[in-house]
């Protein structure tokens, strides 16, 4: 898993200073996103059911998952403004899923600002 590779791709649509991208540049991106989705949630899932039932860091990673998987099988209706904020969203998605696999394989390391 390239954490590196998945942060970037995640901050094309997310940083301040993001432009818009070209309808066509937006769909390959799109489509990298549900990937990175789609590799994250059996990581997350696997650490996640390694730790005791009540373990909040469990629950809260749980959740991210099904909020994950519900933006995976939306499909936004035409336009490049619905198709950016379905991308922005995977990012988003991508960006919380790292968190997660960060926060259950170290759970006591201190975390470094804007991860």
Do not use: W
Not at 79 to 99: E, T, W
């Amino acid at each position: 898993m390239d954490v590196d590779t998945m942060r970037t791709a995640a901050r094309q649509l997310l940083a301040e200073d993001a432009e818009l991208p070209a309808y066509d540049d937006l769909e390959p991106l799109t489509l990298q996103l549900r990937g990175h989705v789609m590799l994250l949630i059996p990581e997350v899932e696997t650490l996640a059911f390694g730790r005791p039932r009540d373990d909040v860091p469990r629950t809260c990673a749980l959740a991210c998952i099904g909020e994950a998987r519900i933006r995976l099988d939306h499909d936004p209706r035409p336009g490049l403004p619905r198709a950016v904020a379905h991308a922005q969203r995977l990012s988003r998605s991508v960006n919380a899923l790292l968190d997660h696999v960060e926060n259950l394989r170290h759970p006591h390391e201190e975390k470094q600002p804007g991860r």
